[in-house]
C-alpha cells in the first residue's frame, strides 16, 4: 500500500503577505528613486541649456557691438541714413551707426531695452577690380567704383539697391545712385574721397535691430520669449536686455571739460581734485540720445544686461511633478523691474530660474 507524507512544508499566509509587502516597499523606493533622478536630470539639463544660451546671447550682441557703425560716416551729407539708424533733431533727420533705445527713456523702465546699428550685411564683402581716387601723388577723382560681375549679382541679391550705403574698405561710406552691371556710381560731383587699390574690400551696410520678443509663437515658436535680431529668433529664453552707456563728451557739467577730451565723462560725481574716476554710475540708460551734446557718436562703451530663464517651468524633483518654487524675488536690472511690468504674476515668476549675464563692450568703429 503507497503512503503520503502529509508533513510538506509551505509559505503560511502572513508570510505571504510579508514578502509582497517587502516587495512593494522595494519596487516603490526603486521607482521614486529612477523618477528623482529623472526629474534632477531634466533640471539639469534646462539649467545647463540655460547657461549656454545666456552666453550665446552676449556673444553674439557683443560680436555686432564691437563692429557697430564700421566707421560709417554719418557726418557725410551725401550719405543717407541706413534704414532706421537715425534720430531727429528738431525737424533733421541725423543718421547714426549705434542707435540706443531706452525703453522708457524719461524714467523706470517696464520692459526690455532694444538697440540698433549699422553693420556690414557680409562682412568678407566684395573686392575693387579696378584702383579708385588715385594714389597720394597722383590724386584722381572718381565718382563710381568698379567690381566683378559676380560681386554685382551677389550684392544685389543682399539688397543692394539705388539708395543703399556702401562702404569702401570700412572707411568710407557712400550712398549708392547708380547700380550697373560692373560698377556702383555716386552721382555727379560725389567723389571718392581717398585712394583704394584693386582688391580693396566693398560692404553693403544695413541697420540691424536687437529687441526681445515676448508670447509671440509665430516669432519664437512658442510663448517663451526670445531674443530676435531684425525680427529673426536667435536665442530662446531671454526675457530681459537691459543697455546702459559710458561716453565722452556728452555731459558738459564739472568736472567735465565741454568737449570730448578721450576720457569718460563723470555723470555720478565721483571724480575729484581733477582726478578722474571711472565707476558703474558712469554708465548712463535713460534718454534719448537725441538731443546734443548726448548724441550715439559720443558713445565709447556700452554695459548689456541680459536675464534669461529655461522655456519650460521647473518641476519639482517629486513624484507628482510639482512646480518648483524659486523664492528669490524678481530679477532687477538696469532700471527695470519686472514686478512693476504689467500682468507680473509672482507665483508663475518664481516657478523658473533664472541667469544674468553683464558684459561691457567697447564699440570700435563709431
Not at 505571504?16 to 526629474?39: E, Q
Not at 550719405?79 to 531706452?102: E, R, W
Not at 525680427?231 to 559710458?246: F, K, W
Amino acid at each position: 500500500m503507497r503512503r503520503f507524507d502529509l508533513n510538506q512544508q509551505g509559505f503560511t499566509l502572513v508570510e505571504l503577505m510579508a514578502a509582497v509587502l517587502i516587495t512593494v516597499v522595494i519596487v516603490t523606493a526603486t521607482m521614486t528613486t529612477v523618477v528623482t533622478s529623472n526629474r534632477a536630470n531634466v533640471v539639469n539639463t534646462q539649467v545647463a541649456d540655460t547657461q549656454q544660451n545666456v552666453r550665446l546671447a552676449i556673444d553674439l550682441l557683443g560680436r555686432d557691438i564691437k563692429l557697430a557703425s564700421f566707421n560709417y560716416n554719418a557726418t557725410d551729407s551725401s550719405t543717407n541714413s541706413v534704414g532706421a539708424c537715425n534720430v531727429t533733431i528738431g525737424t533733421i533727420v541725423k543718421p547714426v551707426g549705434l542707435l540706443p533705445q531706452d525703453q522708457t527713456p524719461a524714467g523706470a523702465d517696464t520692459g526690455p531695452d532694444s538697440l540698433s546699428m549699422v553693420l556690414p550685411v557680409n562682412t568678407a564683402g566684395w573686392t575693387l577690380t579696378a584702383a579708385v581716387g588715385g594714389t597720394p601723388g597722383a590724386k584722381t577723382y572718381e565718382n563710381s567704383i568698379s567690381l566683378s560681375g559676380a560681386a554685382m549679382t551677389e550684392m544685389v541679391a543682399q539688397g543692394l539697391v539705388v539708395g543703399s550705403t556702401i562702404s569702401i574698405g570700412g572707411a568710407l561710406s557712400k550712398t549708392v545712385q547708380a547700380v550697373n552691371a560692373t560698377s556702383i556710381g555716386f552721382g555727379n560731383g560725389n567723389f571718392v574721397d581717398g585712394q583704394f587699390p584693386i582688391g580693396t574690400p566693398v560692404f553693403l551696410m544695413q541697420c540691424v535691430r536687437y529687441q526681445i520678443v515676448a508670447n509671440t509663437p509665430a516669432t519664437c515658436g512658442s510663448n517663451t520669449p526670445c531674443l530676435v535680431r531684425n525680427n529673426v529668433p536667435l536665442v530662446d529664453g531671454v526675457e530681459d536686455m537691459q543697455v546702459t552707456y559710458a561716453c565722452d563728451g556728452c555731459n558738459r557739467a564739472a568736472p567735465n571739460p565741454w568737449s570730448a577730451d578721450g576720457i569718460i565723462d563723470d555723470q555720478d560725481g565721483s571724480s575729484s581734485g581733477g582726478v578722474p574716476t571711472f565707476t558703474q554710475g558712469d554708465f548712463v540708460s535713460n534718454g534719448s540720445w537725441a538731443l546734443s551734446p548726448r548724441m550715439p557718436d559720443k558713445i565709447r562703451l556700452a554695459q548689456v544686461s541680459l536675464v534669461v530663464r529655461p522655456t519650460n517651468a521647473d518641476n519639482g524633483l517629486d513624484e507628482k511633478g510639482s512646480k518648483a518654487v524659486n523664492t528669490i524675488g524678481p530679477v532687477i536690472i538696469g532700471d527695470h523691474d519686472p514686478s512693476t511690468d504689467a500682468g507680473y504674476d509672482a507665483t508663475v515668476y518664481q516657478q523658473q530660474r533664472r541667469r544674468v549675464v553683464v558684459r561691457t563692450i567697447q564699440p570700435r568703429n563709431l
